[in-house]
């Protein structure tokens, strides 16, 4: 994090935050003022944000702070967003009240330029702030998918755990493009991915169709990113104990030192990252979401100071390789 906290302070992009009145998120931005990682906005009641903004003495003139229903762009926004939305039977009226709300106002300045990246998620639920980022701002191509990665520090070692965050049960192309984003991300931050796609079974051990599926998500990365160091399917032991790879899967090109786990499905995803982080102590960044057009990330409303400032900057890098 430190290397990307160094990266986002060289080029620091502006980051809107919907979430503007919330504490933690008020003491993050005080941090991310007072080291220049990110440009900031928040959205909500001005008056109540600047006395909370004061409580925590953060000099107010360092930032912009937005009232979406006083604004001068909520009729610019409302129309954009009318335009994106009347084939799905969207009036203008349903349009100024949508654009209203905090997120898709949010979400409509990053969509307009007029914002780089957005941080949400403290108080909204992951739905909350994915669902206006996909009806807006869209996936990178046609057939893409959003998913959600998290970076898992746990102690001396980093991980990428993916996907963690939206797709419930991705089928073995939908495995594949996950995988191939979580290796994008990696090389972004500066981390060599070493691949390894999870299931309860190590190289044929079990047979099964959800096995079956875990492996033609394989072929097809191989196929489609021939240079990507990927094995599977493997339990997640013999992906990142070099011991119990010799025992399990001997040819294996990780050699149990894999960085990037890709899980079967969102249930075994969201549960892994949980028991890690609780149970290891580990720290939780994320969900980072892969594979929109524009950088937008989700908070878990159980996130840190810390954990904000730590996304804030992931998204500050992430807009620096978009623009």
Do not use: W
């Not at 991980?159 to 995988?179: G, H, K, Q, R, S």
């Not at 040819?251 to 149990?256: A, D, E, H, R, T």
């Not at 028991?275 to 950088?295: C, D, F, S, T, W």
């Amino acid at each position: 994090m430190n290397t990307v906290i160094l990266k986002a302070k060289k080029s620091p992009k502006r980051i809107v935050f919907p979430e503007g009145s919330e504490e933690r998120t008020l003491k993050a931005v005080k941090k991310i003022i007072r080291e220049n990682i990110a440009l900031v906005t928040l959205l909500g009641d001005n008056l109540v944000i600047r006395k909370k903004l004061q409580k925590l003495r953060v000099n107010s003139n360092n930032l912009q702070i937005i009232e979406p229903l006083k604004s001068e762009r909520l009729r610019e926004y409302t129309n954009q967003f009318y335009q994106l939305r009347k084939h799905k039977g969207i009036t203008l009226e349903n349009a100024d009240k949508i654009v209203s709300d905090v997120t898709y106002f949010g979400t409509m300045m990053v969509y307009s330029g007029d914002a780089d990246g957005l941080v949400s998620g403290a108080i909204h639920t992951t739905g909350e702030t994915i669902r206006p980022a996909l009806q807006i701002i869209k996936t990178k191509e046609k057939y893409h998918r959003v998913s959600g990665l998290f970076l898992m520090r746990v102690k001396n070692k980093v991980y990428l755990f993916a996907d963690c965050a939206v797709n419930i049960n991705p089928n073995a192309e939908e495995l594949a493009m996950i995988a191939m984003d979580s290796a994008n991300t990696a090389l972004q931050f500066g981390i060599k991915p070493r691949i390894a796609m999870l299931s309860f079974s190590t190289h044929e051990s079990a047979n099964h169709e959800v096995i079956d599926k875990v492996r033609n998500a394989v072929k097809i990365v191989k196929k489609k990113r021939p240079e990507l160091i990927i094995d599977g399917e493997l339990q997640v032991d013999a992906s990142i104990v070099p011991f119990v790879a010799k025992i399990k899967c001997p040819k294996s090109v990780l050699k149990g030192n894999a960085n990037v786990l890709i899980f079967p499905n969102l249930e075994a995803g969201n549960i892994a990252y949980k028991l890690v982080e609780r149970l290891a102590k580990a720290q939780a960044i994320g969900p980072i979401l892969q594979g929109l057009k524009k950088p937008v990330n989700d908070l878990s409303r159980g996130c840190s100071v810390e954990d904000i400032v730590n996304i804030t900057a992931i998204t500050v890098v992430e807009a620096q390789n978009i623009i």
